[in-house]
Every structure is written in structure tokens, then in C-alpha cells.
């Protein structure tokens, strides 16, 4: 059988990702396997139409498609989805109809599965026949029973090609409305920000778009301390290629060479209120808003927009796309901030849409005001949790300046052993707990509750 395998690393013919593609060919020889490097050479795909449809021609000759890519910021690198993006523009999705596919991710299992959720969207939205995925841990191949895990899963692929087996779609293709937002005369009085900055990051800018015309009236509401940065003017050299050298002490190999570093030291990480629009397209924000998310990871698995609210305002379906939602959530969690909500253009008039908006601007100053920063879901405390682990264990040796910063910033105080008050509790506890007349006896809920009835109690507290 023939394979096309689509790598979505920047490191291409040098990417882990590859080395599993290398294992199955070693395996079995006896198939056909063309690797195209998409990501790694996305600039030339973009400019050199006939190099695309090379690949395209390859992709509609074999009898199964691998989409082989690491996880990036929780989806797959800015490159990757320009790839995909480049398929959609240049009406490409006949040739993806009805192959089988599997998909690979390789990374440490940080939101690897809204990584997948989105390829496996993608290819139901490109009509294929959906086998499986693989979510492999980095390190998966280096284990003897990981690596057969690997090989059999490879061959469950095989074998479903081999006898035309069924396969599920998962997805529903996205409806967009059709509406045309008007903005009405802002009636209310201007906002005053009351000495907080508000940075608005958006890919529309002007009149002509739903997300152009919601920025702006977003930003008319406000009277004071409030700047618009079109991204595409951010002065970015390149997408991240994954050299990992910023492990060592947060800088970026463009740090000298593009406008990138400087942008988000200076602007983003010094405002108080980051609003960040864009619209969706395929199943995430565009390519070039991936590529700011990617490009920020010169600070690892630091968080650097500490302490701010954070919103969105989208164009676009994404109440049709949790997993969307959840990244974006996720990512203000994990940094320490307030996620605020989603103002999008896909419910209601535009007088309800302008409302929202007012209403939007004035929460978030109130909550700067306030300090208020929610809880986080599991979905910020579990990602803190796994780089904890991740950078103090495994990867530590290149990671070194986020260990540097967890050490300094109590993020390893919350290790389980490290725990004082959980520590001198267990002590005191388990040996009572042993006692089997006591265990019988104790009223466990009531010994929950405790110490809440001394904070509801105390006058002070
Ligand atoms: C910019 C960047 C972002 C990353 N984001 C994630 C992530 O969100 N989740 C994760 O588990 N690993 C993440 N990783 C780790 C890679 O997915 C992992 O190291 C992968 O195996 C690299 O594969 P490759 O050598 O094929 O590129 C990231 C790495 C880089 C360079």
C-alpha cells in the first residue's frame, strides 16, 4: 500500500515525530511511505502552487493519509495549520474524500487531545475515513512495550484499509450564520478606565468585517488608556521552529531579529486588560493568531500575563466548537489571569450585540479594579500541575529557566510532600483512622465541615 505521510513538525527529517513514522517503515517494508515535510517548508508551499499540488497529486495516488505532527500550544504549529488552511483556500478537499486516515501527535500530553480533537474535526470536515489516533507521550518509543503498543495500532490502520472497514464521523460540519452586524451610536457614557490599561489584539481592524466593526465599537466605549494592535503589524520574522533554545533562559532565537519579543514584554505583559479577537476559520482562530500563541512560547511553561482579565471577541461559529472554547479558557487559566467571556457575532441583533460589548468593557475595568482573579477549573489547575511535573522531572535539563522560576515563584511548595499543612494533618490523622472502634464511630461529614463552621463563625474572617 501507499502512504502519505503529512509531517506537521517544523523540524521535519529531524522531528521525533518522524522517528515513529521511521519505526512502522522499519517494520514494514513492505509498504509505500512519502513523507512531505508540510510545516517545514509552508513558506514555499504558499508561494510555489505546483510543490502543493505535488502533494496533492501523491495524497490522491495513496490508499491512506498519516497526519504525523508534535502539539503545539494545544493544537498543532502555526505552519501545520496554514497547511490545512492552504487545502480549504485552494479547494483541495476532493482529494482527502473518502481515504482512510490515522493521526499521530507526539508531546508531553498537555491538551494533546484538543490537538486531536481539532485534526479529527478537520478530517471529518474533509469527508475521510476516519481509523484512529495516537496520542503518544514524547518519549513513547524508547519503551519496548510503548513501542509495540505503536506497531499495533499502525497495523489495526493497515488492516482497515486492507478490509475497507466502516468508520464514524464525529463531527457535524459548522453552520455560519449569515448576518451582517451594524453598530448603533454608543449612548451610554464613555468608560473610564480608571488608571488600568486595556490592550486590544485583533486581526480586524477596520469597518469592513463583523469582528472589524465589534472591535471598534468595543473600543469607542471606552474613553481613556485603551490601544488596538492589528496583528498582522506585529513585526514577527518567522514561526517558531521548535529549537527549544529558549529553554535555558527565556530567549527567543528571533529576540534580535523581529519585533516579537519586545511586543509581548512591553505591551502584552504590562497591560491590565488583554482583549483578543479574532474569527474562526476551519476549527480554530487563523494561522497567524497560532502563530502568536507559538511564537509566545519563548517563556515555556512560565506564565507571563499573571494577574490580568483577559476576553474575547470572536466572528464565527465557536459556540460550535468546544474544543476551542476550552483552549482558550484553558490558556487564560493557566496563566494566572481572569477569563472574562466570549462576545461573538453569532446570536441575537446588533443592538444586543452592542450592548453586550458595553457591558463587556465595563465588567472588565470593574474586575481590574477589584483584583479579581476566579478560581481556576481543572482545566488551568491540572495544566500547572503536569509542567510542574514535567520540569521538574524529565525535562528539567532543558527547561532550566522555568525550574529557575518555579523554584523562586512556590509552584514545587504544592508538590504533594511538600505540602505542610496536608503533612501535619495525615500525621495527626491516620493513626486515629487505623483505629477501627474510632473510623466506625466518626461522623465524616460532620468532621468536614468542621473548619468551615470556624470561618462561618468568626466575625473576622
Ligand atoms: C512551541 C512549542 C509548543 C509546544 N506545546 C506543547 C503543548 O501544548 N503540549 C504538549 O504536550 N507538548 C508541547 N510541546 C512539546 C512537543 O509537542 C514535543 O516535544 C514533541 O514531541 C516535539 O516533536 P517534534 O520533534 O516532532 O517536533 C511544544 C513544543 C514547542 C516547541
Redesign the pocket.
Known amino acids: 500500500m501507499k502512504f502519505s505521510i503529512l509531517s506537521g ?3 521535519g527529517a ?5 522517528q515513529y513514522i521511521l519505526y512502522i517503515q522499519k517494520k514494514h517494508p513492505e509498504h509505500e511511505y512519502n513523507i512531505f515535510n508540510v510545516a517545514q517548508i509552508i513558506k514555499r508551499l504558499e508561494k510555489d502552487q505546483d510543490r502543493f499540488d505535488e502533494i496533492i497529486e501523491a495524497i490522491k495516488e495513496s490508499d491512506g493519509v498519516i497526519w504525523a ?7 498543532v ?1 502555526s505552519q501545520y495549520k496554514r497547511f490545512i488552511e492552504l487545502i480549504f483556500e485552494r479547494k483541495r478537499e476532493d482529494v482527502f474524500k473518502d481515504k482512510y486516515t490515522m493521526v499521530l ?8 487531545h484538543t ?1 486531536q480533537n481539532y485534526i479529527h474535526a478537520i478530517c471529518d470536515d474533509l469527508g475521510m475515513k476516519y481509523v484512529g489516533n495516537f496520542p503518544a507521550d ?1 518519549w513513547d518509543l524508547l519503551y519496548p512495550k510503548r513501542r509495540a503498543r505503536w506497531l499495533l495500532f499502525g497495523e489495526k490502520f493497515f488492516e482497515a484499509i486492507e478490509m475497507k472497514l466502516p468508520t464514524t464521523k464525529n463531527y457535524h460540519p459548522l453552520q455560519f450564520r449569515d448576518f451582517v452586524y451594524q453598530p448603533g451610536e454608543i449612548t451610554q457614557k464613555k468608560l473610564d478606565t480608571k488608571n488600568k490599561t486595556i490592550l486590544v489584539l485583533s486581526e480586524d481592524t477596520d469597518d469592513s468585517t463583523n469582528l472589524g466593526k465589534m472591535v471598534n465599537q468595543f473600543v469607542k466605549s471606552i474613553s481613556n488608556g485603551i490601544e488596538l494592535i492589528n496583528i498582522n503589524d506585529i513585526d514577527i520574522k518567522g514561526p ?1 521552529i ?3 533554545k529558549c529553554g535555558y533562559n527565556h530567549e527567543c532565537i528571533y529576540k534580535d531579529k523581529d519585533g516579537f519579543t519586545e511586543f509581548w514584554t512591553e505591551k502584552v505583559m504590562k497591560t491590565d486588560i488583554l482583549i483578543f479577537a479574532g474569527t474562526i476559520k476551519d476549527r480554530y482562530l487563523s494561522s497567524r493568531w497560532k502563530l502568536i500563541y ?1 511564537r509566545a ?1 519563548f517563556n515555556n511553561h512560565t506564565p507571563t500575563i499573571i494577574g490580568k482579565q483577559l476576553g474575547y471577541i470572536i466572528s464565527g461559529p465557536i459556540s460550535q466548537i468546544p474544543n476551542l472554547k476550552e483552549m482558550l479558557q484553558a490558556h487564560v487559566e493557566y496563566q494566572d489571569s481572569n477569563f472574562l467571556n466570549s462576545i461573538t457575532d453569532e446570536f441575537g441583533e446588533s443592538e444586543d450585540i452592542d450592548a453586550l460589548l458595553y457591558n463587556f468593557a465595563k465588567q472588565a475595568i470593574d474586575l481590574s479594579v477589584t483584583n479579581y482573579i476566579g478560581p481556576r477549573t481543572f482545566l488551568g489547575e491540572a495544566a500547572m500541575k503536569m509542567f510542574r511535573d514535567d520540569v521538574y522531572g524529565r525535562n528539567r535539563f532543558v527547561f532550566l529557566a522555568d525550574h529557575e522560576y518555579y523554584k523562586t515563584h512556590g509552584v514545587y511548595d504544592t508538590f504533594p510532600q511538600n505540602d505542610e499543612r496536608a503533612k501535619k494533618l495525615n500525621e495527626k490523622l491516620i493513626p486515629l483512622m487505623k483505629i477501627d472502634k474510632l473510623r466506625n464511630n466518626i461522623n465524616m461529614m460532620d468532621e468536614f465541615l468542621r473548619p468551615f463552621r470556624k470561618v462561618l463563625s468568626d466575625p473576622n474572617k
Open positions: 513538525s517544523p523540524k529531524q522531528s521525533v515525530t518522524m505532527f508534535p502539539v503545539y500550544v494545544m493544537l504549529c501527535s507526539t508531546s508531553i500530553h498537555f491538551y494533546d490537538a514524547s517558531c521548535g529549537c527549544a507559538d512560547f
